[in-house]
């Protein structure tokens, strides 16, 4: 487990943030399985009426003075210690700070920055000048953060925010849920039997319990788009190198074989918009001059969309609720004449995985089990399935150049894969719509399968993950007659024995567009959602 005494001491911090904003607070025991409903019994009405506006409308709120900035940061940190009490996502709060930043704000005689008092959660990872960061490894609970990280200059000094949260990640921060021998496990806000996902799995239950407005993850395999997903909210992976943090902790730096990427989280597209639009204006670049200098762009649409829709990807075939959704959105979509709707072929998914998980572990894991042994901590399940992977091997030089070789190799391929859509009408697919995943969110210990997210990190496209419905235990049946494709199919059909083992489950789906193609991706979805926004509940 590590030494209790470092672990205590990061327990402590947060349960005296939790406690200093939210003392006294009696919770139902045992909690309900969905504990969406527990802040109508514990928040006044002005608090649910400020947490319950949009992203966009609170920004609007905020900046015609129509709330006061700090009536905004103490209704989002009592819902935040709200959502540590149900779902255990927040690794502190910071109430000193953004009160007094709040009231900073409010004593200003004109609104500063697009994101003037808007209150932000951010990963733990991200770090916070002053603050301990232990980037979810137990011998880090003493490390403190010295200089600032980036990021959060640039949405506060820049932007006009209030950073006023950190949450949870997993143990190496690389699992798709969240769960370490620090804080312990987040879970799903709508079903706590079923994992909130990772590895900004904070971030996830946060928002999706709406005790934030807006968060910020990182996402190197699908650590945005699996946690908004699995809790029914938005989670954007932009193009590498668009949004940096310099100044943020990592297991191990300068591995450059597969780019992480930091992005937004927010209750609805709107949110994630209004932070790239904010944080682009502030021209990073200039700073961080690794950032490619590319503000964000008002783009023109064709006239009529061409989606790909990949309904499997060959090597595990979805959940039912999954292709539910798929086939909502799908047939909806070939009814309008403003979408041309073609079938996406997957081509050698399997292979970009190895690639993949190969360049994740460049050093076959030497890393990642040296700081586990020097903090005297147990790898838990996920940890050691990464571990287990056939990939997973210690490198020469010349080794991990051919692996590089290979990645570019099957990156060349792909694009020509997608140029190859247009042959016949010089109109290549504009979008691929596709799961985020196999199914929604696993039981816990079960996030084991990456490729429908971990494929387009490889291939540096954008993507962002919406919801779509819920599950539905009279559409959502469990097909009998299924026979497995491969053995990872035949684990994950295992995981579904029926729609009620994933009651209130949010149901997901995920939209890709080429490299640079963010504006698009965004714009896309736009006219998706409009499209099909009476369908969708």
Not at 74 to 90: D, E, S, Y
Not at 224 to 252: D, E, W
Not at 257 to 278: Q, Y
Not at 311 to 327: E, F, M, N, Q, Y
């Amino acid at each position: 487990m590590g030494s209790p005494v470092l672990i205590e001491k990061a327990l402590k911090i947060r349960d005296a943030s939790i406690d200093s904003v939210l003392p006294g607070v009696t919770l139902p025991d045992p909690l309900p399985q969905n504990v969406q409903g527990i802040p109508d019994t514990i928040l006044n009405p002005e608090e649910l009426q400020i947490t319950g506006y949009d992203t966009l409308q609170l920004v609007k709120k905020l900046a015609s003075r129509e709330l006061s900035c700090e009536s905004v940061t103490k209704a989002f940190l009592k819902r935040a210690a709200l959502a540590q009490k149900t779902v255990n996502c927040i690794t502190e709060l910071l109430p000193e700070h953004a009160i007094k930043r709040a009231k900073y704000l409010d004593s200003l005689p004109h609104p500063t920055g697009p994101l003037h008092g808007l209150p932000i959660s951010i990963k733990e990872q991200f770090g916070f000048e002053g603050k301990i960061n232990n980037n979810a490894f137990v011998v880090n609970c003493d490390r403190q953060q010295i200089p600032a990280c980036t990021l959060n200059t640039v949405l506060e000094d820049h932007c006009g925010a209030i950073i006023f949260a950190r949450t949870c990640q997993p143990q190496s921060v690389m699992h798709l849920e969240t769960n370490n021998n620090i804080y312990g496990r987040t879970v799903n806000p709508y079903n706590r039997k079923l994992t909130a996902g990772g590895s900004s799995g904070g971030e996830g239950a946060l928002v999706g319990f709406r005790g934030s407005p807006l968060g910020m993850g990182g996402d190197i395999g699908g650590s945005i788009r699996v946690p908004a997903a699995n809790c029914g909210i938005y989670g954007f992976k932009p193009t590498p190198f668009r949004v940096g943090n310099p100044g943020g902790m990592g297991l191990i730096v300068g591995q450059e074989g597969i780019i992480g990427c930091i992005g937004p989280l927010a209750p609805s597209l709107s949110g994630i918009e209004l932070f790239m639009k904010a944080y682009l204006g502030t021209e990073p670049w200039i700073k961080e001059s690794y950032l490619t200098p590319l503000p964000w762009r008002q783009i023109q649409l064709p006239k009529k969309l061409k989606i790909g829709v990949m309904w499997s990807d060959g090597i595990v075939k979805p959940h039912p609720p999954i292709t539910r959704a798929l086939s909502l959105l799908v047939n909806s979509l070939k009814s309008n004449p403003a979408f041309e709707i073609v079938d996406w072929e997957p081509i050698d998914h399997d292979k970009c995985w190895d690639i993949t998980c190969a360049l994740y572990w460049e050093d076959g894991g030497r890393r990642l089990q040296e700081v586990l042994r020097s903090g005297d901590e147990e790898p838990l399940e996920l940890t050691k399935w990464l571990l287990e992977q056939p990939t997973m091997k210690p490198r020469t030089l010349e080794e991990v150049w051919a692996l590089k070789a290979a990645r570019n190799s099957y990156r060349a391929m792909y694009n020509q894969h997608w140029l190859n859509t247009g042959r016949e009408d010089s109109h290549p697919v504009d979008a691929i719509l596709s799961p985020v995943g196999p199914g929604c969110a696993p039981p816990h210990d079960q996030s084991k399968y990456w490729n429908y997210t971990s494929q387009w990190n490889l291939l540096e496209y954008p993507s962002i993950s919406f919801p779509v419905t819920k599950v539905d235990s009279s559409l959502d049946v469990r097909d009998s007659s299924y026979r497995p494709i491969s053995k990872a199919d035949e684990f994950n059909h295992g995981l579904y024995p029926g729609p009620e083992a994933y009651e209130d489950a949010p149901v997901s789906l995920q939209l890709i567009t080429r490299r640079y193609e963010d504006e698009k991706c965004i714009e896309i979805l736009k006219q998706i959602e409009a499209a099909t926004h009476d369908l969708r509940n």
